[in-house]
């Protein structure tokens, strides 16, 4: 069975940085669509970084130009780093694989097939 274990996650002050890591085993991350999304209290989990098997990438809105997503396919390892964090950040963060649709890996939770239990990033001002 595919894992993928989250950490990194952690308390901040808003224009702070983190850098999450997904750890994944019983599954190769360059043969995945892999991302990174996040729920916040009281709201719907949304997409937040993905991260094709030609190592192309897709950001939401709210977070381009300040998180980056990545993979190290050697260590089976994916990652997104957060820099220039705000209160608004604040979520559990979640990594996930799927497969790929129509060619692309969107933002969209149900492409997504294996999840991690999550890692907590709060932002404080």
């Known amino acids: 069975q595919v894992q993928l274990v989250e950490s990194g996650g952690g308390s901040v002050q808003a224009g702070g940085s983190l850098r999450l890591s997904c750890a994944v085993s019983?599954?190769?991350?360059?043969?995945?669509?892999m991302g990174w999304f996040r729920q916040a209290p009281g709201k719907e989990r949304e997409g937040v970084a993905t991260?094709?098997?030609?190592?192309?990438?897709t950001y939401a809105d709210s977070v381009k130009g300040r998180f980056t997503i990545s993979k190290d396919n050697a260590k089976n390892t994916l990652y997104l780093q957060m820099n220039s964090l705000k209160p608004e950040d604040t979520a559990m963060y979640y990594c996930?694989?799927?497969?790929?649709?129509?060619?692309?890996?969107?933002?969209?939770?149900?492409?997504?097939?294996?999840w991690g239990q999550g890692t907590q990033v709060t932002v404080s001002s």
């Open positions: 991260i094709d098997t030609d190592g192309r990438t």
């Open positions: 996930a694989a799927g497969w790929i649709w129509g060619g692309y890996c969107h933002l969209t939770i149900s492409q997504y097939t294996y």
């Open positions: 019983r599954a190769t991350v360059s043969n995945y669509c």
